[in-house]
């Protein structure tokens, strides 16, 4: 199977976890649009959703289905979105596609994060994927030093020659060459630098369920 035909599979998966007549947060990254184009299937029978990103929120609005802003929903029983990378323990880290802050913003509302990805993002140790940390843009050069100390090689994420910016006109700094033994304790640690405005990795709060697209189908990972 092609990487896209596990993605869609897992997708497929996740609309079982979609409960009728709500309210469902929705991720970012072609996972997630895999998802998205499924859930307009079932579109009839969920309230509304809420979206990561303004890309997931032109995908939703698009198929029809109604967007609301996080501060109108104060709870939901799911949030579906992929990973970068997920171990066993679900601890996952996020923000391939600059996403990370709106996307652990909308998942702490939800009472399950359910995961989906395909099984290339399944690693025992994380830190092989850059990690993103999304930093106030007067910070950049402060953080990178900081993270550098931390024995990482932060990167400013760059897009047609210029610094990318996110949806909350932030900046995005890849860490490279980290070894995450300890996801809950990194996260702390990043988080309390000044500047930093979310750092990608979610283990204080990670996956509840990851659905995880193999050769031999999908398998449910629960933690
Ligand atoms: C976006 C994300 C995505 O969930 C992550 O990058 C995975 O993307 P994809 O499904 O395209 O592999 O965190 O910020």
Redesign the pocket.
């Known amino acids: 199977m092609t990487q896209d035909e596990l993605?869609l599979a897992v997708a497929q998966a996740a609309i079982t976890y979609v409960p009728e007549k709500a309210i469902i947060g929705v991720?970012?990254?072609?996972?997630?649009?895999f998802f998205i184009d499924e859930l307009a299937k079932i579109k009839h029978k969920i309230k509304a959703a809420v979206a990561?990103?303004e890309v997931t929120a032109a995908r939703l609005r698009s198929h029809g289905i109604t967007v609301l802003d996080l501060n109108e929903v104060s709870s939901m029983p799911v949030y579906i979105?992929?990973?970068?990378e997920i171990t066993p323990q679900g601890a996952m880290i996020?923000?391939?596609?600059?996403?990370?802050t709106r996307?652990k913003i909308v998942a702490s509302v939800a009472e399950k994060f359910i995961c989906i990805?395909?099984g290339s993002?399944l690693v025992n140790l994380l830190g092989k994927f850059p990690l993103?940390v999304e930093v106030i843009p007067m910070s950049h050069a402060v953080v990178t030093r900081k993270l550098n100390a931390l024995g990482g090689d932060a990167r400013l994420r760059m897009k047609d020659d210029q610094a990318l910016l996110t949806d909350n006109g932030n900046m995005i700094l890849d860490v490279h060459g980290l070894q995450i033994a300890d996801p809950v304790a990194l996260e702390t640690t990043i988080n309390n630098i000044v500047g930093v405005v979310t750092v990608?990795l979610f283990a204080q709060q990670g996956a509840n369920v990851c659905l995880l697209g193999t050769a031999e189908g999908v398998k449910t990972l629960q933690f």
């Open positions: 993605k991720g970012t990254g072609s996972t997630a649009n990561s990103s979105d992929g990973a970068d996020k923000g391939g596609g600059a996403a990370l996307e990805a395909d993002k993103p990608g």
